[in-house]
């Protein structure tokens, strides 16, 4: 067999910890070392990762930027540097098999038209399967198809998928530059998603390949950020995946409901994170405490103040001041919620935040995603059915698993006419919130 050029990417941002595991699996690689290269881009780490590679593992060629780039930008940057027939992503909290690279490059010489082949990934100590394929949940989130499978029998064959995980994957370099790369845009968490598809509607093919195997160490690389960050990604990269992707007749159904949707799903966080929502609805019938307050103006405070001070003393007094500026500022610590603990309140009400900003954002660059949806769409080669036919990719189910969310979701969902809309690839019974299988 002819062994094609390879340049494996590790893009690393303070990741030493995961770096000996890592970088000691690809030094075991059953690749011929005269066709790879082994490269660590690195965006700017401060732990010392640099200086650890460079003394522990000599051999790799090392790629430091001058700043943190994140996932996209990143590995783009570290794609430019190399000239390969084709290029490697590998999370740093990732280790591999020594047949997990040969096992890719066969693939993907053997399967036609095939440009893209992911890897099967187990958890570390490969008990159970972290990915077995992409599932789409059919308003822009994804999932990993698989994810806590204990057999690991299951998804055995060669299959397509319609993305591959961006963090274990092979892709012939040129095609990974006509396309576009990741988008910059993404910065993290779902790009992969957005790839493939931009493969597949561009002519291309994607597979799984369960000889090639890697495990995953959970919680580590960029899943140390702050929920409410990862939700802000995940919210807008979702809608600006719809956005890029999806074909006109599809879009103009999905994109509204999407948006609605969106917003119950941040009214439910600021509901649950203790902000009393019902403060902003107008009843006629019902009183509230605002309309009172209104009335009596100060007068209705320092009355107020006055007997708390004589019945209960200066420390109930100062809390309740504290609470009333928390709530006038927006502050998720109100007495409606004093059950749960401040830190998860502080956190729910962040999450909700982020629904906030991550729509905002995608309001704000519109324009910019229209004009990247006009240049693929004109260069489309395969109809969004004949995609999701293949791949068998989508799934119609809640991405938020709550009672509420569910009627709501479903009550839309036949509002918008999506079982029309998707026709025979329209499947209520799989589901989307993450269950762990097995």
Known sequence: MHYPSVAVIVLNYNGLEYLEDCCSSLSRLDYPTDCLELVLADNASTDGSLDFVRNRFPHMRVLPFEKNHGFCAGNNLAVAQTDSELVAFLNTDMKVDPHWLAALVETLKTETDVVCASSKILNWDGSRIDFGGTLLQYLGHARAVGYGNSDLSAYDDVHYILAPCGGAMLIERQVFLDV????????????DVDLGWRLWLLGHKVVLVP?????????????????????????????STIIKNYEDRY????LPL???LHAKRAHLFGEMSGLDLTRCRFDLETPTQASQVARSGMRYYLQSAWRMLQNEGPAALWHALRQELERRHGDPTTPSTAFAPAARQQELFWIQQAYLAAVSDVVDRYGDLLNKRAGLQEQRRRSDREIFETVQALSFG?????????????????????????????DPDLPFAQRREG
């Not at 809640?398 to 025979?424: N, Q, S």
């Open 251 to 254: 879009l103009s159904q999905i």
């Open 258 to 260: 999407a948006l609605l």
């Open 211 to 239: 000889e090639s195997i890697c495990h995953h160490a959970h919680f580590g690389s960029f899943s140390k950020q702050p929920d409410a960050k990862i939700q802000y990604l995940y919210e807008r990269n979702a809608l």
């Open 398 to 426: 809640v991405c938020m698993d709550t009672p509420e969310y569910r009627h709501t979701h479903e009550r839309l969902r036949d509002l918008f006419a999506i079982k029309e809309l998707f026709g025979e690839n329209f």
């Open 180 to 191: 576009g790369g990741f988008d910059e845009d993404f910065v993290a968490y779902f790009e």
